[in-house]
């Protein structure tokens, strides 16, 4: 019955996964106020469950990676047999906009993971992040400004490293990768649509390198029923990611990012209610 209900829950972790890490709303926030109401208890000893929060979490945030590899391999794929070379080029030279783009974050990463996991992972860290950005979402939708990049092949090098550095905040938990890249793209010029695409693109190299990192420093001994629970919430992460990102590149190009920042607000002042109470 335990694992049943672990099961559950992994699938609603899944859910929820999907659906923040591709909206600019924070994930992280999401999943460590969900684990202090509906924690994962796969293992009786509490350090035990701990580490396999930690790898868990890392394999959900790889299963909605897998989706946005999965929407844009066309777009990403510089080898495929019938592109022109002309069109190659164009790939190949995005991708190094993407990996100048990773540098900052991963260079945080390498330093300051850990170190932020320790210091900064409160919810009052959590709350204060949502809120802030929320309110420059809201600040920066209502200014009239006339975008100078309307395609990803616009950017160049040195705006790839302008977003690197925008997502290197990421790494204080309850910013939002989505949500800082979005906001700096908008800030360096980008439309909607544009912010959004890049920010997606640019998960792929930093995801997928921090959870292989991760994953190298976890040490947990997986039960069957921790393997099933992973793949649960895995998977779900995945399918819900396809329909998640397909809707926001559609909902973006006739809305703006208020919505998301009067949700952020909302959520961070919540938040700071359920601290004040005790209640995480």
């Known amino acids: 019955m335990a694992l049943v209900w672990n099961l559950i829950k992994s699938l609603i972790y899944g859910i929820v996964q999907g659906i923040t890490e591709w909206l600019p709303i924070s994930s992280t926030g999401h999943l460590i106020l969900m684990n202090n109401f509906m924690p994962l ?37 510089p080898f495929s047999p019938k592109l022109k070379t002309k069109e190659r080029n164009v790939i190949l030279r995005l991708w190094v906009k993407l990996l100048i783009s990773a540098v900052p ?35 920066i939708d209502k200014k009239d400004r006339m975008p100078k990049i309307t395609s990803t092949r616009q950017i160049s090098y040195q705006n ?3 977003s690197g550095l ?10 939002s990768r989505s949500g800082v890249t979005i906001l700096g793209g908008s800030l360096l010029g980008y ?10 693109y640019m998960a792929i ?28 919430g895995t998977v779900t992460a995945f399918i819900v990611s396809l ?38």
Request: aromatic fraction near 14%.
């Open 243 to 280: 329909l998640v990102i397909r809707q926001m590149l559609a909902y973006i190009r006739k809305h703006d990012f208020s919505l998301f920042g009067y949700y952020r607000i909302i959520l961070g002042i919540m938040m700071l209610i359920f601290a004040m109470l005790k209640f995480v």
């Open 205 to 232: 190299p930093v995801m997928c390198g921090a959870g292989i990192l991760k994953l190298l420093r976890m040490k947990t001994a997986l039960t069957a029923g921790a393997v099933a629970v992973l793949i649960a």
């Open 41 to 77: 208890n796969v293992y009786a000893d509490s350090a035990a469950n701990q580490s396999f929060w930690e790898m868990y979490s890392v394999m959900i945030q790889l299963g909605s990676i897998l989706a946005v590899i999965l929407l844009f391999i066309r777009r990403l794929n």
């Open 191 to 200: 439309n909607r649509t544009t912010a959004v695409e890049f920010s997606y």
């Open 160 to 162: 790839a490293l302008f």
């Open 166 to 175: 925008f997502q290197a905040l990421s790494i204080i938990p309850g910013t």
């Open 105 to 139: 974050a991963g260079i945080a990463g390498v330093f300051l993971d850990q170190w932020i996991g320790e210091k900064l992972s409160s919810v009052y860290v959590i709350a204060a992040a949502l809120i802030i950005y929320g309110i420059l979402f809201i600040l």
